[in-house]
């Protein structure tokens, strides 16, 4: 089935500065990449998500990009603000399974004032 | 607010108890996920239903099943309980099981066994 590594475990960065989040993914028939944000006490909110057949995708401050040959995808934040602190997730779902998730080990961001 | 409601918000049982989880999903979804979070295995996929039938199964459990019901609603039932099924179990909802689909979470349930 497929495998989906996630790096770093944690990620600290300044107010105003960028956070990069890396995964990378096992099944080349994964052809869905959603990214989610989980707060404390909350369940995973999806933030963006591409699709196999664009290599990067931007909302506002948020934006992901996919590599198909190498098999990974990074969401870059710009900007960070204290309210971005979260667990962030990738996942990968693989066509034809109904979209069933597999979820990376996630990335605990902290942004600092 | 995802629109994807679950009860009860926290659950504390023995070993060896019955619970089940509820899920209502977001007004239109017809498909249901439930996924389980725990420290050491992460947010895993146990197992789908679309429209009352069940679709696909991940990493489930025989002591754990689900249902969902003509309103759409589901629950999942874990019985014979062990300490290592504390976790947190989130349902997630989509339309349909089109490619375009988003799944949306919602709060989760804390189970505690002790």
């Known amino acids: 089935g497929e495998n989906v590594e996630q790096h770093p475990s944690t990620l600290s960065v300044q107010e105003g500065d960028s956070a990069v989040i890396k995964c990378t993914y096992s099944d080349s028939a994964s052809n869905y990449f959603p990214w989610y944000k989980q707060e404390l006490g909350k369940g995973p909110q999806l933030i963006i998500d591409i699709r196999s057949n664009v290599g990067e995708k931007k909302d506002q401050r948020i934006a992901v990009t996919l590599n198909k040959t190498a098999k990974h995808f990074s969401l870059h934040i710009t900007e960070t603000q204290p309210e971005d602190s979260a667990v962030y997730f990738c996942a990968a779902s693989i066509e034809g399974s109904a979209r069933q998730l597999t979820f990376g080990s996630g990335t605990q961001l902290t942004v600092l004032p | 607010d995802s629109g994807v409601t679950q009860t009860p918000k926290h659950l504390i049982t023995a070993t060896g108890q019955r619970v089940t989880l509820r899920c209502s999903p977001r007004s239109g979804d017809l498909s249901v996920y439930w996924y389980q979070q725990s420290l050491d295995q992460g947010l895993q996929f146990l197992i789908q239903?679309?429209?009352?039938?069940?679709?696909a199964k991940g990493n489930i459990l025989e002591r754990f099943s689900a249902q969902q019901f003509p309103d759409l609603h589901s629950e999942l039932n874990l019985s014979s309980l062990e300490l290592g099924d504390s976790a947190l179990y989130f349902c997630?909802?989509?339309?349909?099981?089109?490619?375009?689909?988003?799944?949306?979470f919602g709060p989760g349930t804390r189970l505690t066994v002790l």
């Open positions: 997630a909802s989509s339309v349909t099981l089109a490619e375009t689909d988003t799944q949306y």
């Open positions: 239903y679309y429209n009352g039938e069940e679709r």
